[in-house]
């Protein structure tokens, strides 16, 4: 079995074989690990119970951060949505922004988050999957397809640019996270595969040239609000694709465009705190935390 590195023939594949790109893909991953189809999906099933705790963990932590930059920000949030007076947001939307931010507060915090694609982006994928499942009753089955899609779009993106602030900025981290997430969506809500892609895509494009500049190199500010902003990113680039809204520019050159921006963008942009926020004159008054 040939590995799969682009979005254009993991298409042909899904085409020629009429399956559903988890399904594609679990097999691939299953062969080049030389384990089951079962045990890949009992990887992501781990996976996604550690992503079901760290949205719990995220919501049951209070108090301050060591930095004194955050804290207790996923509970102003879940407030609101408690008591949810004119809001824009329906609940789906107030659950989803809810536990993108308490996930990444939680790895602020240094506790048991999945790296998807990056510790960063950790509350991306955890709060779309979770959110979708808890108000629309998807089973644990259909969760793990969604993961698989999610992973199959970071897969083939990682294998075209390095999934790094510190390379490519934060459109390589969150904006790549976001990307997954939309395709995640798209398989959850029984789109087509081009739709799954074609969400990926119109997330990813959307987010090209955002920067990496953490406050006193801590992965906080703005780290732990843009989960929150990049999850519901994702789910507006579902519903365009899922609407039948497509990236007038392919896929693959998408990515190839980002990387291009990554290498473009100025290294004092890239996770070193040397520009952006990070050198802001309240940036500079925060102490890093040992
Ligand atoms: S700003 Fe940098 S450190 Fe923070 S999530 Fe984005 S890439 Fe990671």
């Known amino acids: 079995m040939k590995?799969?590195?682009?979005?254009?023939?993991?298409?042909?594949?899904?085409?020629?074989?009429?399956?559903?790109i988890y399904e594609v893909f679990q097999e691939l991953e299953s062969y080049m690990l030389e384990r089951?189809?079962?045990?890949?999906?009992?990887?992501m099933k781990r996976n996604l119970n550690v992503m079901a705790a760290s949205v719990r963990d995220g919501l049951s932590h209070y108090g301050p951060s060591p930095s004194g930059m955050s804290g207790e920000l996923a509970q102003k949030i879940l407030r609101r949505y408690q008591n949810p007076n004119k809001s824009a947001f329906n609940p789906l939307l107030g659950k989803i922004l809810t536990y993108a931010v308490a996930v990444s507060e939680e790895n602020q915090r240094m506790g048991r988050v999945v790296a998807c694609p990056t510790a960063g982006a950790c509350g991306i994928m955890p709060s779309v999957l979770i959110a979708y499942a808890e108000e629309y009753g998807f089973n644990e089955e259909e969760q793990v397809n969604a993961l698989i899609t999610a992973g199959a779009i970071g897969k083939i993106i990682a294998q075209q640019m390095e999934l790094a602030g510190a390379v490519g900025g934060c459109q390589a981290?969150?904006?790549?996270?976001?990307?997954?997430?939309?395709?995640?969506?798209?398989?959850?809500?029984?789109?087509?595969?081009?739709?799954?892609?074609?969400?990926?895509?119109?997330?990813?494009?959307?987010i090209m040239g955002l920067v990496?500049?953490?406050?006193?190199?801590?992965?906080?500010?703005?780290?732990?609000?843009?989960?929150?902003?990049?999850?519901?990113?994702?789910?507006?680039?579902?519903?365009?694709?899922?609407?039948?809204?497509?990236?007038f520019i392919p896929p693959d050159e998408v990515v190839k465009a980002v990387k291009q921006v990554g290498v473009l963008m100025s290294p004092l942009l890239k996770e070193n705190s040397e520009g952006g926020l990070a050198i802001t004159e309240t940036a500079k008054k925060v102490v890093p935390q040992p």
């Open 36 to 43: 089951s189809i079962e045990d890949v999906r009992q990887l």
């Open 212 to 247: 990496c500049d953490p406050v006193a190199g801590l992965v906080e500010v703005p780290c732990i609000k843009r989960n929150g902003f990049l999850a519901i990113h994702a789910v507006t680039a579902s519903e365009m694709a899922l609407a039948g809204v497509e990236s």
């Open 173 to 206: 981290e969150c904006g790549v996270a976001s990307a997954m997430a939309a395709g995640a969506v798209v398989e959850l809500m029984g789109g087509t595969n081009e739709q799954i892609v074609h969400a990926a895509t119109l997330a990813l494009k959307n």
């Open 3 to 20: 590995n799969i590195v682009t979005f254009q023939r993991l298409l042909e594949e899904t085409r020629s074989s009429n399956k559903r």
